[in-house]
C-alpha cells in the first residue's frame, strides 16, 4: 500500500541553521512527490514537486529537495532557516489511478525556530 | 491560497445537524479533492469530483458523507446527523483539466468544522 513517513514530528532550528526534514514514501511506481507548507489556521501551500529528471528539485522560499529513489526518500533542505517558516510542513505523494490523482499524506513535521 | 475558496472558516454545528461546506475552485480547474485533517494528523483524502462526475470517492464514509459538483456553483460536502468525530478541518484542492496526477493540487484555507 501507499504511505508517507515523516519520522520527525516535530524539530527545533536556530534562525540561521540549515534544515532538513526528512520523508520516506512507499510506492509501487515511480512517484509524484510533493512538499506543502502549512501555517497555523491556513491551507497548505505547494514549497515544491518532483515529477521525474533533475532528482534535486528547487521550490520556492528558498528549499529545495532530492528524489533518492534507492531510499525511498525526499527530503526537503534549506541552507538557512529564517524564523518565518516555522509551520507545519507535509510531504505527500500522488497516488495515481486512472482516474486522477488522490495525495497521500504524512503526518507532517512542526518546525520550530528558535532565536 | 489564493484561487480555492473555502467557506465558511468555521462551522459550528450540534450533533444530529447538518453540515454542508463549499468549495469554489480556481478559474479553470474542473478537477476538485476534499480532504480531511484530524488533530495530529496529515490530511486524508476523502473524494475526487470533476463537473458533474464523482470520480474516486474510495475516502469517504460509507455513511452521512456525500459530494457533488454540479455543472454550475461550488463543490458541496455535506455530512448529515453530525457526530463529535466529525470534528475536523475539511480542505479543498482543486487542479486544472486534462492531467492524471501531474499537476499540483492547490489548496483552500479549509473550513474547521466543530461539533457540539
Known amino acids: 500500500a501507499q504511505s508517507v513517513t515523516q519520522p520527525d514530528i516535530h524539530i527545533t532550528v536556530s534562525e540561521g541553521a540549515s534544515l532538513e526534514l526528512r520523508c520516506n514514501y512507499s510506492y509501487g511506481a515511480t512517484p509524484y512527490l510533493f512538499w506543502y507548507v502549512q501555517s497555523p489556521g491556513q491551507g497548505l501551500q505547494l514549497l515544491l514537486k518532483?515529477?521525474?529528471?533533475?532528482?534535486l528539485v528547487q521550490g520556492i522560499k528558498g528549499f529545495e529537495a532530492e528524489f533518492k529513489r534507492s531510499q525511498s526518500s525526499f527530503n526537503l533542505r534549506k541552507p538557512s532557516v529564517h524564523w518565518s517558516d516555522a509551520a507545519e510542513y507535509f510531504c505527500?505523494?500522488?497516488?495515481?489511478?486512472?482516474?486522477?490523482?488522490?495525495?497521500?499524506f504524512g503526518k507532517g513535521t512542526t518546525l520550530s525556530v528558535s532565536s | 491560497n489564493a484561487g480555492v475558496m473555502q467557506n465558511p472558516r468555521h462551522l459550528v454545528r450540534r450533533r444530529g445537524q447538518e453540515a454542508r461546506l463549499r468549495c469554489s475552485p480556481m478559474k479553470g480547474h474542473s478537477h476538485v479533492y476534499w480532504y480531511r485533517q484530524l488533530p495530529e494528523e496529515g490530511l486524508k483524502f476523502m473524494v475526487y469530483l470533476q463537473k458533474e462526475n464523482i470520480i474516486d470517492e474510495s475516502g469517504m464514509p460509507k455513511e452521512r458523507f456525500s459530494a457533488e459538483f454540479p455543472k454550475e456553483g461550488p463543490s458541496i460536502l455535506r455530512i448529515q446527523q453530525v457526530v463529535r468525530g466529525d470534528s475536523a478541518a475539511y480542505f479543498c484542492a482543486s487542479s486544472p483539466p486534462g492531467t492524471l496526477g501531474n499537476q499540483p493540487q492547490h489548496f483552500g484555507d479549509g473550513t474547521r468544522l466543530s461539533i457540539l
Open positions: 505527500a505523494v500522488g497516488a495515481i489511478n486512472q482516474a486522477g490523482t488522490a495525495l497521500i
Open positions: 518532483y515529477f521525474s529528471g533533475d532528482t
